[in-house]
């Protein structure tokens, strides 16, 4: 089993920053790619940003040139930089870590941590 514990959310004026991190722990043998997904209320999870273990990065066009995703393997932590927040940024945001197992993937999630935009 592996533990994601999030941290860094909170509420931030329109235009300000947040800094998300995400440290896993427990059985970390395998994980490859981690990110970032956020839910908003009456909507589904989606993906915000992700990482592969090599450092190769994606980001949903929403949040490209404002958001900064980078990971740290020697702390098995990821992070998620928030730079000029909207009110349509507040979310939930969940940290993910893909695991590769004998017979598939094994996909853990965060409790979440809420961020919230005013305007």
């Known amino acids: 089993q592996v533990q994601l514990v999030e941290s860094g959310g909170g509420l931030v004026q329109a235009g300000g920053s947040l800094r998300l991190s995400c440290a896993a722990s427990?059985?970390?043998?395998?994980?490859?790619?981690m990110g970032w997904y956020r839910q908003a209320p009456g909507k589904q999870r989606e993906l915000v940003a992700r990482?592969?273990?090599?450092?190769?990065?994606e980001y949903a066009d929403s949040v490209k040139g404002r958001f900064s995703i980078s990971r740290d393997n020697a702390k098995n932590t990821v992070y998620l930089e928030m730079n000029n927040l909207k009110p349509e940024d507040t979310a939930v945001y969940y940290c993910?870590?893909?695991?590769?197992?004998?017979?598939?993937?094994?996909?853990?999630w965060g409790q979440g941590t809420q961020v919230t935009v005013s305007s």
């Open positions: 993910n870590a893909d695991q590769t197992a004998m017979f598939g993937i094994n996909r853990y």
């Open positions: 427990g059985s970390i043998f395998g994980i490859n790619d």
């Open positions: 990482v592969t273990r090599s450092g190769t990065t």
